[in-house]
């Protein structure tokens, strides 16, 4: 694939990803908590394919800031064991100690079930 078509690519699953991200909250604001769920998962998985295209670029840096916040998108639709998962594999990756204490305090939220 081209470096362009790729880019494209990755431009596009960003917009998507976003788009859901705006529906889910509204979805959730309007206290429509269960369709909210659904697109927080559809909104993570575009997260971790944007994490993978962005590894595959060699952008770490970035693609960590996508795989947490696929785990944060993961605890919001109640999927801790998931969420738990990718901020283990943050933690894993080379990151700045001021990242890493942020991953650790919303991993804590995740073992607890919550986003307070």
């Excluded at 998108?73 to 901020?87: H, I, P, S, T």
Aim: aromatic residues 6%; glycine residues 6%.
């Amino acid at each position: 694939m081209s470096n362009n078509k790729y880019n494209n690519e990755l431009r596009k699953l960003i917009g998507k990803k976003s788009s859901i991200l705006l529906y889910a909250d509204a979805y959730m604001s309007s206290g429509r908590q269960e369709e909210a769920k659904s697109l927080f998962l559809d909104a993570a998985m575009k997260e971790e394919q944007i994490v993978k295209m962005l590894g595959t670029d060699g952008r770490h840096e970035d693609a960590i800031v996508n795989l947490v916040s696929a785990a944060s998108c993961y605890m919001k639709a109640e999927q801790y064991g998931k969420a738990k998962d990718l901020l283990d594999e943050a933690l894993d990756r080379p990151i700045t100690e001021a990242w890493r204490q942020e991953v650790l305090k919303l991993k804590e939220k995740c073992l607890h079930g919550n986003l307070v």
